[in-house]
Structure formats: structure tokens, C-alpha cells
């Protein structure tokens, strides 16, 4: 079994700032890329921003100059620190891995979500 758990959402004024951390644990043998996800009410869930194993990193352009994707490889954790939030940002933001399990299968999980509000 694998477990995605995030952490760090919370309520922010526009123009705050806060990071989010998302911990796997479970039967993992090693983990590929690692991102972030939001939903926000009545819209389909979209991309924030994806790191490979390697620390390559890619941004959806909503996000880019203001959030910072990062990982931590030996606590297969995933970072974001989001800067300059502003009320379009409110939303459950979720953390997905693609990952090998000790079953030699490869598989993406995702986590339950933490909600950021951000306030104008």
C-alpha cells in the first residue's frame, strides 16, 4: 500500500505565502515525477507543476514566477511554496506520484487534498 498525505494548506490574505508538503510512504521502490494538482469549485482539476526525479521542474503559466516546486528524494516528499497568492489560487490542491511499488508495478496515486483559501 501507498499513502500520499499533504500538509500546509491553510487561510491567506492576496499576496501571502505558504507551502504545501506532500509525504509518500508505503511500499515504494522509488518514485519518478512528483506534482501538484488543483480543483477548484465547478472547474476540472489542472496541473500546477510537475518535478522529475532529477529536479527537472515544469510550471502551468498560471503559476510561473510565483510558486516553487522542490523535492526531497531520501523523504520522498514534494514541496510547493507559493508566493504572491491571489484569490484565484483558492482551491484543494492535491499531490500525485508516479511510482514503482515493490511489486514491480508502476502506478500514479494521488493524495486527499489540502484546501488554500486565499482571501482579497
Known amino acids: 500500500q501507498v499513502q500520499l498525505v499533504e500538509s500546509g494548506g491553510g487561510l491567506v490574505q492576496a499576496g501571502g505565502s505558504l507551502r504545501l508538503s506532500c509525504v509518500a510512504s508505503?511500499?515504494?521502490?522509488?518514485?519518478?515525477?512528483m506534482g501538484w494538482y488543483r480543483q477548484a469549485p465547478g472547474k476540472q482539476r489542472e496541473l500546477v507543476a510537475v518535478?522529475?526525479?532529477?529536479?527537472?521542474?515544469e510550471y502551468s503559466d498560471f503559476v510561473k514566477g510565483r510558486f516553487t516546486i522542490s523535492r526531497d528524494n531520501a523523504k520522498n516528499t514534494v514541496y510547493l511554496q507559493m508566493n504572491s497568492l491571489r484569490s484565484e489560487d483558492t482551491a484543494l490542491y492535491y499531490c500525485?506520484?508516479?511510482?514503482?511499488?515493490?511489486?514491480?508495478?508502476?502506478?500514479?496515486?494521488w493524495g486527499q487534498g489540502t484546501q488554500v483559501t486565499v482571501s482579497s
Open positions: 500525485n506520484a508516479d511510482l514503482w511499488d515493490y511489486t514491480n508495478s508502476r502506478r500514479t496515486y
Open positions: 518535478i522529475k526525479r532529477g529536479g527537472s521542474t
Open positions: 508505503g511500499t515504494i521502490f522509488s518514485i519518478n515525477g
